[in-house]
């Protein structure tokens, strides 16, 4: 398949949907962005690998602790990316980190017919 790379923030509510999302597809890789709370807390029967970063630095500083977290991790050109978790900062933080990564981003969400590209 692809890499998945997800926002996994603090509120616990959103985690039902990504693990979901983990589970219900056969991923090269798992990548979620979150915190040591995240780290320490969620749970996923499949391998994952954390980049855990501090949300409430600044933007700029964001993008670029993101950016090198994933750096060198992504394996394919595109990765599948879920936002449902985290903050609108997170989200910028994120995609702008993948794209001065240089690397295409297909949007999936869990629905109720299984797991879908938006």
Do not use: Y
């Not at 926002?7 to 962005?33: F, G, M, N, P």
């Not at 910028?92 to 969400?109: D, E, F, P, Q, T």
């Amino acid at each position: 398949m692809t890499d998945l790379i997800a926002c996994l923030s603090s509120d616990e509510k959103s985690w039902a949907h990504v693990a979901r999302l983990i589970k219900e597809q056969d991923w090269t890789k798992v990548l979620l962005i979150t915190n040591d709370f995240g780290k320490k807390n969620f749970k996923s029967e499949k391998d994952m690998e954390f980049i855990v970063v501090d949300a409430k630095k600044p933007v700029f500083e964001l993008i670029e602790e993101i950016r090198n977290g994933l750096k060198g991790k992504i394996t394919d050109i595109e990765v599948a990316l879920n936002l449902v978790s985290g903050s609108g900062k997170e989200h910028m933080a994120i995609l702008s980190a993948l794209l001065k990564l240089g690397v295409g981003v297909r949007l999936m969400a869990v629905t109720k017919d299984g797991v879908k590209e938006l």
